[in-house]
Each structure stands twice: as structure tokens, then as C-alpha cells.
């Protein structure tokens, strides 16, 4: 007899597997899981494809996220990528090394979670496919796949001109701060994460974390935005001073951001990641589509590629995960 919640070193890839298909479903593809590769349908012919990898250590600790929070966020930060080109996400592909002694009601948790993400965020889109492997590291990579109408031209980085409005669609610095509310109250003296305790956090407090753990991209209103013809767009998911910064060098401009325009926290939205918010330009006569407000504006390049109250931002800006972290703390 098998213990309750086995480890899934005491069970098969097949076992481990039929655990997940039988949650993240229902599947949408012409073949879903189970076959050598799954199979869908193109709509408009073309493809948007992208991958981003979650590893216990520089991108979440166990302490602080649940297996249901892994998975939402694995797939919220993806669905986000595919919404920043116009698109509208299709499948999700779901890589999955784990230690042995990880419980199989965890794997259970993070396909509950990726599930969650698909049908609140991006309705029609579902986990398609996968793969399991063992390793020390907790990693979840997941590819995420989309279409583009046929008669709609993806919305790259480079397609911001002078003129333009710099607009921005959902949160700005709530889960930067989340992630300081980590490493500031919920470590111990040596600094290694300690769970967090809910009932020591205030209403806003909770929100903030929330958007670290459980973010909530704008993903319908990508294809929104590309319908309405922005002319460049990102998902904000290293700041929006570091990733309006890749924006202005792809398009050859200068981006020019109001303070005033990002809230009660300006340092938090300039420099906090992870919200996954949408960071989008618009041609001056646009209206823009419901859930962006205009941010700033686009200028002929100058000296800086962002500036901040017409000065250039001096502050340090944004997550690099090679600078940032830090392999001895983990
Ligand atoms: N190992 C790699 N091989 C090929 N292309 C890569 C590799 N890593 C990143 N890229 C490409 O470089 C570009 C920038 O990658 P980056 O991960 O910074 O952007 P992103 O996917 O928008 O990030 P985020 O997931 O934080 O939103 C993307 O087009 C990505 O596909
Ligand atoms: C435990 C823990 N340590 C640090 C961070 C910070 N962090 C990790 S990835 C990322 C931005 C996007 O990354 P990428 O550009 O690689 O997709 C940030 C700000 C975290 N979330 N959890
Ligand atoms: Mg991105």
C-alpha cells in the first residue's frame, strides 16, 4: 500500500503524470497530453512562442510560495510574454524537475495552479503538454504558445515613435514591494525565508504580497492593445525604468515618464519587478483601450532612454538575476 501523500520518488513518471492530467485539463488541442508531442491548431498561421523558467532559489523560495502559487506564477509570467506581442495565449508546455522526496500532493498543487492561472488570465488556453525529470533544484520551465488574428501585425519593442504616448495596463510596484515584505519580516537572523504569518500583515500589505505570489497580468488586453494599434509593447517584468529602457533602445527614442502619473509609490512602479504589467505605446490620435493610463511620452532619442520628470533616472533600476542574486545566501 502506497502512503497517502507519496513522495514521488515512491512512484513512477506514469503515476506522477496521470496525477497532473487528471487536473489541468480540460485540454484544447487537437491532441493534448499523452502523445509523443501535442498538436494544435494555428489560427492566423503564425506561432508566438516564448519560455521562462522558474528555480527554487533566485526566483521563489518554499518557504514563502505555495506549490499553487509556483504554478499560477509559472504560467501568469509566461501568458504575460505572449499578451506583450498582441497575442492571445493558446498552450502552455510544462517542464518539471523536482526532487524525489517532493510530495505528490505538491505536484498536485502546481497543476492546480497553472490551471487556475489559464482560466482566470487567458480563458482557452491550457497546459498541451510537459516533462518530468528529477533533479536537487526545483525548476519549473514552461513554454507558452500563442496566436495572432490574421489581420493583426505583432506589437514588437521596436516600433515606438516620437509622439507616441507611453501608457501601461495593471499593477506598477505592488509586487516589488511584496517580495520586500519577504526578505525584510519573513527571514530569520540568518536570512534564510521563515513562512510568512498573515495575521501580521495589513490589508495592503496582503494585496502587495499577493502580486509577488500570485501575480495578475492584464493578458486579454494584449490582443486588446494590438487591435487598437499599439506600436510597442512589453510585459514589465524587471522594472518598468530597466524594461522602458529596452523598449527606447529597440525603437531609437527617448522615453520620457511622469512621476505624478504611477500612483501613491513611484519609487516602488519605477523599479519594482514582477507585476507583469503591459508597458505599451500608442500613436498620439489612438484612444487608447480600456485598462491603459498614459504614463509619459515618447521623444526624439536624446542622451538618456529613459527620463523621469524630464530628468534621466539615476537610481538603481530593476532585477538582473546575475547581479542580484546571490548563490551562497541561495
Ligand atoms: N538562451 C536563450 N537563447 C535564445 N534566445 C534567448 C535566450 N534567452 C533569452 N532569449 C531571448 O532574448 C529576449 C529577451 O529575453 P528576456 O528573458 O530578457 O525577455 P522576456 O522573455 O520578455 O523576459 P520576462 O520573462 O522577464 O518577461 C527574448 O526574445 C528571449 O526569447
Ligand atoms: C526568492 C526570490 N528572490 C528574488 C526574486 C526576484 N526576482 C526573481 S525573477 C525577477 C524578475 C523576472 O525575472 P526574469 O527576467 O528572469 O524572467 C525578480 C525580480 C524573487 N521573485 N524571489
Ligand atoms: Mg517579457
Given at each position: 500500500m502506497s502512503a497517502p501523500d507519496p513522495t514521488v520518488g515512491e512512484l513512477s513518471e506514469g503515476r506522477i503524470l496521470a496525477g497532473i492530467l487528471a487536473r489541468v485539463g480540460p485540454s484544447h488541442a487537437a491532441v493534448g497530453p499523452g502523445d509523443d508531442a501535442a498538436v494544435l491548431a494555428a489560427p492566423g498561421g503564425r506561432v508566438v512562442a516564448t519560455v521562462d523558467t522558474l528555480v527554487h532559489g533566485p526566483d521563489f523560495r518554499l518557504a514563502w510560495s505555495s506549490a499553487f502559487d509556483l504554478g499560477w506564477k509559472a504560467a501568469a509570467v509566461n501568458l504575460a510574454d505572449v499578451a506583450a506581442m498582441g497575442a492571445r495565449p493558446t498552450a502552455l508546455l510544462v517542464a518539471l524537475a523536482m526532487p524525489d522526496d517532493t510530495r505528490m500532493s505538491f505536484v498536485e498543487g502546481i497543476a492546480d495552479g497553472l490551471r487556475a492561472a489559464c482560466d482566470a488570465l487567458a480563458?482557452?488556453?491550457?497546459?498541451?503538454?510537459?516533462?518530468?525529470?528529477?533533479?536537487?533544484?526545483l525548476t519549473l520551465a514552461v513554454t507558452a504558445l500563442g496566436a495572432l488574428d490574421a489581420d493583426v501585425s505583432p506589437v514588437l519593442r521596436s516600433g515606438a515613435r516620437p509622439g507616441d504616448v507611453v501608457a501601461v495596463a495593471?499593477?506598477?510596484?505592488?509586487?516589488?514591494?511584496g517580495l520586500g515584505l519577504l526578505f525584510s519580516r519573513f527571514t530569520d537572523a540568518d536570512g534564510s525565508?521563515?513562512?510568512?504569518?498573515?495575521?501580521?500583515?495589513s490589508?495592503?500589505?496582503?494585496?502587495?504580497l499577493a502580486a509577488q505570489l500570485r501575480p495578475e497580468p492584464p493578458v486579454a488586453l494584449g490582443a486588446d492593445a494590438g487591435r487598437h494599434g499599439a506600436t510597442a509593447m512589453m510585459d514589465v517584468s524587471d522594472g518598468l525604468v530597466l524594461d522602458a529602457t529596452r523598449l527606447a533602445?529597440?525603437?531609437?527614442?527617448?522615453?520620457?515618464?511622469?512621476?505624478?502619473?504611477?500612483?501613491?509609490?513611484?519609487?516602488?512602479?519605477l523599479t519594482g519587478g514582477e507585476d507583469h504589467a503591459l508597458l505599451a505605446t500608442f500613436g498620439a490620435a489612438e484612444s487608447l483601450p480600456a485598462g491603459f493610463r498614459v504614463i509619459?511620452?515618447?521623444?526624439?532619442?536624446?542622451?538618456?532612454?529613459?527620463?523621469?520628470?524630464?530628468?534621466?533616472?539615476?537610481?538603481?533600476g530593476g532585477w538582473d538575476p546575475y547581479r542580484d542574486w546571490d548563490a551562497g545566501t541561495g
Amino acid at each position: 500500500m502506497s502512503a497517502p501523500d507519496p513522495t514521488v520518488g515512491e512512484l513512477s513518471e506514469g503515476r506522477i503524470l496521470a496525477g497532473i492530467l487528471a487536473r489541468v485539463g480540460p485540454s484544447h488541442a487537437a491532441v493534448g497530453p499523452g502523445d509523443d508531442a501535442a498538436v494544435l491548431a494555428a489560427p492566423g498561421g503564425r506561432v508566438v512562442a516564448t519560455v521562462d523558467t522558474l528555480v527554487h532559489g533566485p526566483d521563489f523560495r518554499l518557504a514563502w510560495s505555495s506549490a499553487f502559487d509556483l504554478g499560477w506564477k509559472a504560467a501568469a509570467v509566461n501568458l504575460a510574454d505572449v499578451a506583450a506581442m498582441g497575442a492571445r495565449p493558446t498552450a502552455l508546455l510544462v517542464a518539471l524537475a523536482m526532487p524525489d522526496d517532493t510530495r505528490m500532493s505538491f505536484v498536485e498543487g502546481i497543476a492546480d495552479g497553472l490551471r487556475a492561472a489559464c482560466d482566470a488570465l487567458a480563458p482557452g488556453c491550457a497546459v498541451e503538454g510537459g516533462d518530468l525529470t528529477v533533479s536537487d533544484t526545483l525548476t519549473l520551465a514552461v513554454t507558452a504558445l500563442g496566436a495572432l488574428d490574421a489581420d493583426v501585425s505583432p506589437v514588437l519593442r521596436s516600433g515606438a515613435r516620437p509622439g507616441d504616448v507611453v501608457a501601461v495596463a495593471g499593477a506598477l510596484g505592488a509586487a516589488g514591494r511584496g517580495l520586500g515584505l519577504l526578505f525584510s519580516r519573513f527571514t530569520d537572523a540568518d536570512g534564510s525565508p521563515v513562512a510568512v504569518d498573515h495575521s501580521a500583515l495589513s490589508a495592503a500589505e496582503r494585496v502587495d504580497l499577493a502580486a509577488q505570489l500570485r501575480p495578475e497580468p492584464p493578458v486579454a488586453l494584449g490582443a486588446d492593445a494590438g487591435r487598437h494599434g499599439a506600436t510597442a509593447m512589453m510585459d514589465v517584468s524587471d522594472g518598468l525604468v530597466l524594461d522602458a529602457t529596452r523598449l527606447a533602445d529597440a525603437s531609437g527614442v527617448s522615453v520620457a515618464l511622469t512621476s505624478a502619473s504611477l500612483g501613491a509609490d513611484p519609487a516602488s512602479a519605477l523599479t519594482g519587478g514582477e507585476d507583469h504589467a503591459l508597458l505599451a505605446t500608442f500613436g498620439a490620435a489612438e484612444s487608447l483601450p480600456a485598462g491603459f493610463r498614459v504614463i509619459g511620452e515618447v521623444r526624439a532619442r536624446g542622451e538618456a532612454s529613459v527620463l523621469v520628470d524630464d530628468r534621466p533616472f539615476t537610481g538603481r533600476g530593476g532585477w538582473d538575476p546575475y547581479r542580484d542574486w546571490d548563490a551562497g545566501t541561495g
